[in-house]
């Protein structure tokens, strides 16, 4: 009687087994995360070492030198006006990308051959590298050659030097900026105008609501979270921007446009301090995360009021 019940438990317990697969499904689903998790902890950990040091491509050694980098690069006024004209371009190109994005959407959010063609024309600019956009806009805004600088000349506006002079470089590449992002915007919101309920809108129809009173009270507050995302992944890039103002100014005229990422790469590869260079990147990383983080906060807090939580 023993051993039968001895073998029906048995038989159980090796009925319930939990198959290897199973059992491996986590890691084998986490596993791919975590690996790239280390991927992006290494590099992040060894730019900070080294910016404690003063490592330099010119010499072969290096020894620890603690915070001086630092305490140098907060007493420098290079780095000041760096996070100023980073700041000032990080919030201007989002601005305008996110007006124009929502104005072109609104636009565009209609059921017709013109508005059809539109949304297949806009995406073209996004297909372009920035740095080709660029040249193709250096070349359009040649004093000589470029046909905005002929537009301008029939309309009596001479000698405007688009991004050789330091009071319209900024204007330059926020132009350039616009016209290769702003559609990444359009389509967002577009997405967004598209996925509401029509029953809203057509009770503010019956009831006389204005266009403008519709959209502030009813469009406006239902694409916010969309919006916000929008707005989350242009200011982290606009606050990253590098190619765009390197292969049009590199950073100038003089120092008019040397974002912290352009000073990052100066001090790099142009006077070989990679020690003095890190810094400047560790401190923009610490401007994303804290932009980003209270962004989507305020993403989670217009999603609730949007679903009516």
């Known amino acids: 009687m023993a051993t039968e019940v001895y073998e029906k438990l048995e038989e159980e317990q090796l009925t319930n087994k939990v198959p290897l697969k199973i059992k ?10 975590f690996l790239l998790t280390i991927g992006i902890l290494i590099p992040f950990g060894m730019a900070i070492y080294f910016s404690l ?7 072969a050694d290096y020894v620890f030198v603690g915070l001086e980098n630092w305490l140098s690069m ?3 006024a290079n780095f000041w006006h760096s996070v ?3 700041l000032t371009y990080a919030g201007l190109a989002t601005l ?8 072109i959407a609104l636009l565009l959010n209609r059921e017709n051959f013109i508005s059809r063609s539109l949304r297949i024309v806009l995406i073209f600019p996004l297909v372009i590298a ?10 359009m805004t040649n004093n000589s050659v470029g046909i905005y600088s002929d537009w301008l000349r029939q309309l009596g506006i ?3 030097n688009w991004g050789a002079d330091p009071s319209t470089a900024l204007f330059t590449v926020l132009l350039i900026d616009a016209w290769v992002f702003t559609p990444f915007v359009t389509i967002l919101v577009l997405a967004g105008l598209r996925s509401l309920p029509k029953a809203p809108f057509e009770s503010a129809m019956i009831d006389g609501g204005s266009a403008w009173f519709t959209f502030k009270n009813l469009t406006l507050p239902m694409i916010m979270p969309m919006l916000i995302i929008a707005v989350l992944f242009r200011l982290m890039l606009s606050l990253q921007m590098f190619d765009i103002i390197f292969a049009l100014t590199r950073g100038g005229p003089g120092d008019t446009l040397m974002t912290l990422p352009l000073t990052a790469y100066t001090e790099a590869f142009t006077y070989k301090e990679l020690g003095v260079s890190l810094p400047f990147m560790l401190i923009l990383w610490v401007f994303v ?6 962004i989507v906060k305020y993403w989670t807090y217009t999603q609730n009021k949007a679903s009516g939580k």
Not at 53 to 59: L, P, R, V
């Open 24 to 33: 491996m499904r986590p890691f084998i689903i986490l596993g791919p995360a």
């Open 53 to 59: 040091t003063n490592y330099s491509f010119k010499y």
């Open 74 to 76: 907060f007493t420098s």
């Open 84 to 86: 100023g004209v980073t």
């Open 96 to 103: 305008i990308e996110t007006l124009l994005g929502i104005g």
């Open 130 to 139: 920035p740095v080709i956009a660029t040249i193709i806009w250096q070349l």
């Open 158 to 160: 001479s000698n405007f």
């Open 289 to 294: 995360y804290f932009l980003s983080h209270y």
